[in-house]
């Protein structure tokens, strides 16, 4: 039997539709522009944030089509059964008129950027599209495909707008992202076992064992990556300063905490949710963006 939840307006519905507490994760679009000294360019400011809104729209876009397609699967589960197409607050033909409305918005900001901008969304959009219906249910695949997603968010920052891509950043950003990847996916075998949910198709082909050894990778390989950054010659010139190093154990502090979080309070399958609800982790990233913005300005 489906859950039920005090019924909602639509406007409020509409605005859960869009997840935009996940926008938080657009602000991988704002690392180039952070990393390449550029932020006293005013023009180019302005280019990061239309393809930050192309971001937001496109991303909120691709929920949209996601809770259309997984309408069915949805109601049949514990948390998912609340989302508003599911549960019956947004009926699907305005779900479609919104996601369309979004996808259109995403396409014009970006093209107002760069013709870059508009193929990196564009391909951004269709990836999602090739992943909702195919590459999600391909273990691995599925979780390289979600740090695709992020190296897009990066790329569009960088290129996008005119900003040569750093290698290092890249490096950094897919490991990170992999890491979190990998992290969701642990966090849905959990409550999978706890709840005694059927597991989707992918889960059925991820062992915790593995993942576990998949996290330790990841995340070692995360803050190892960033540490070499720190310290690499070409890190040092640009910024003029060695001192960056002193920015790691703000990576390492959330690395673990994370980890924490996935095993011992059940968190991981929302990582901006987890953002906003764990002291620790919201005091930690912007802690980490001063000290850094303090070291490199």
């Excluded at 996601?66 to 033909?93: F, M, T, W, Y």
């Excluded at 050894?213 to 300063?241: D, K």
């Amino acid at each position: 039997m489906q859950a039920t939840r005090p019924s909602i307006g639509i406007y409020p519905a509409a605005l859960a539709l869009l997840r935009p507490h996940q926008w938080v994760k657009n602000g991988f679009v704002l690392l180039g522009l952070i990393f390449a000294h550029q932020w006293h360019d005013a023009s180019l400011v302005q280019s990061v944030g239309l393809v930050f809104i192309a971001f937001c729209a496109m991303a909120s876009a691709v929920y949209v089509y996601n809770d259309l397609i997984d309408v069915e699967a949805d109601r049949h589960h514990p948390g998912k059964c609340h989302r508003p197409i599911a549960s019956g607050a947004i009926q699907p033909v305005v779900a479609r008129a919104l996601g369309l409305a979004l996808a259109a918005t995403a396409l014009l900001a970006a093209g107002a950027a760069s013709l870059t901008a508009l193929a990196l969304v564009t391909c951004y959009a269709v990836m999602n599209i090739a992943y909702t219906h195919r590459l999600k249910h391909m273990v691995i695949v599925d979780v390289f495909v979600i740090s695709a997603g992020f190296m897009l968010r990066i790329l569009i920052g960088t290129l996008g707008v005119g900003i040569p891509p750093s290698s290092w950043l890249l490096l950094c950003g897919m490991m990170i992202t992999l890491f979190l990847g990998f992290a969701k996916r642990k966090a849905e075998l959990l409550v999978c076992e706890a709840s005694g949910t059927p597991a989707r198709r992918v889960l059925a082909h991820y062992r915790p064992e593995v993942l576990d050894q998949l996290l330790a990778m990841t995340g070692g390989c995360s803050v190892l990556a960033y540490a070499l950054y720190t310290v690499s010659p070409e890190t040092v010139a640009l910024h003029g300063t060695d001192r960056l190093i002193y920015t790691v154990p703000f990576l390492l502090y959330g690395i673990c905490r994370y980890l924490f979080l996935l095993h011992g309070k059940g968190h991981g399958q929302d990582t901006a949710r987890d953002l906003f609800s764990d002291c620790h982790l919201v005091l930690m990233l912007p802690l980490w963006l001063v000290t850094t913005l303090l070291i490199i300005a």
